[in-house]
């Protein structure tokens, strides 16, 4: 009987186990890859490449277009911008942070038509938009967190508790945030109460859903961090000892394919995520 219960309960490991495997890398032509974006109407990934300095404003920056298998499409898609990290895709509008503004592209044209500043704004960082349109942009040199509304932006939520506001997720219900130099990832609600949620390592960068209550977290230093609904995480990928980092993610869920920009290594590879 006690053989029996100790096999039941390593299937039941085996069977919870999720893994991450290479899928594809693409050439090193991104000049320092910081986001990916799937735009599933047109197949394509769209990849933020800062190419100078995280924080420089000099002109350098580009959004590349990538192949869903991984061959790079236009390097420099839309040029002429400064530092492009995260970005965010709300009908044929595409937005993209980009130091202290937040950058509109039409993505049927590739044309910058808008750029919106946010005032007091040092270090924007990530962008995710509910489903009303609403386009939610973290600072990280500040914490707080924006709200842009008709392209007019105003300060959504701050906190004590957030040191270094990264990676932000919106759900139904509220948004998931990431905390870049603590790794505390939190839950903020739709009347904005703030929950801790689960910890993965400090560099917390990108959250995707890849399930209930379930999500991948990226860390800068080179880590992909799968979730679960009780805020357990378990290390699915570490490529640090390589330098190889890991930005600004995203997850396909019908390819079950997880893209991860490379950074210094001016490279995306994608994963193929397997739940168990």
């Avoid at 960082?125 to 914490?143: H, R």
């Avoid at 603590?182 to 890849?210: E, H, M, Q, R």
């Amino acid at each position: 009987m006690k053989k029996l219960t100790l096999i039941a309960l390593l299937f039941s490991f085996t069977a919870s186990a999720q893994t991450l495997t290479v899928k594809w890398k693409t050439d090193t032509l991104l000049h320092v890859p910081e986001s990916v974006l799937l735009d599933a109407q047109r197949n394509v990934l769209y990849v933020s490449c800062i190419d100078g300095k995280p924080d420089g404003k000099d002109g350098k920056g580009s959004i590349a277009k990538v192949s869903p298998d991984g061959k790079i499409l236009d390097a420099n898609w839309v040029a002429g911008l400064d530092a492009p990290k995260g970005m965010g895709l709300y009908k044929n509008n595409l937005y993209v942070t980009d130091l202290k503004r937040v950058v509109i592209i039409d993505v049927t044209t590739g044309k910058v038509t808008g750029s919106v500043e946010i005032e007091g704004a040092q270090f924007l960082n990530d962008i995710t938009i509910d489903s009303k349109g609403n386009v939610y942009v973290s600072d990280s040199s500040t914490g707080k967190i924006h709200i842009l509304k008709d392209n007019k932006a105003e300060v959504y939520f701050t906190s004590t508790e957030l040191k270094g506001t990264n990676g932000l997720l919106a759900i139904k219900d509220g948004l998931y945030v990431v905390d870049f130099p603590s790794g505390i990832n939190y839950k903020l609600s739709a009347d904005k109460k703030l929950v801790k949620f689960g910890v993965t390592a400090n560099g917390a960068d990108g959250i995707v859903l890849v399930g209930k209550d379930e999500y991948l977290v990226s860390s800068w230093h080179g880590e992909v961090y799968f979730v679960d609904a009780t805020g357990k995480s378990t290390k699915l990928l570490d490529t640090k000892e390589q330098k190889i980092s890991a930005a600004d993610i995203w997850y396909n869920e019908k390819s079950k394919t997880v893209y991860v920009p490379n950074f210094f290594a001016n490279t995306v590879t994608a994963y193929t995520f397997v739940n168990k």
